[in-house]
């Protein structure tokens, strides 16, 4: 694990194994998206919530104090398909929030 040695904070390479753990990635939007080029642009943040309710806030890698800033919807939905969701939840105003995790085999 490379996000140890703080307890209030993850790197994206942990966002698999809390998944997995059945945390939850929550999505805040901090600056409403734009249609810009075929795409959007404005700002969200991350933060996993554990099981236990415990919240941690996803950091840039090279500045381990800095909340993580993704500024594209397909950053943004890159992001949580790498960590494991199969379906993605984005919120498109500011202030808004949206809550992702891996989602429970079907039954039929």
């Known amino acids: 694990m490379t996000s140890g040695f703080k307890a209030n904070v993850v790197f994206e390479a942990d966002l698999p194994e809390r998944l997995a753990a059945g945390a939850a990635i929550v999505v805040s939007c901090t600056v409403a998206p734009t249609r ?7 700002e969200w943040t991350v933060q996993v919530v554990m099981p236990s309710g415990e919240r941690q806030q996803l950091v840039t890698q090279r500045t381990p104090s800095e909340a993580r800033i993704i500024k594209t919807l397909a950053g ?14 984005i919120p498109f105003r500011a202030g808004g929030g949206a809550t992702n995790s891996i ?5 039929s």
Do not use: Q, W
Not at 36 to 42: A, E, K, L, N, T
Not at 76 to 89: E, F, K, W
Not at 103 to 107: K, L, M, R, V, Y
């Open 103 to 107: 989602e429970s085999a079907a039954t």
């Open 76 to 89: 943004l939905a890159s992001l949580l398909s790498d960590a494991g969701c199969s379906t993605v939840n």
């Open 36 to 42: 810009r080029s075929g795409g959007y642009r404005g």
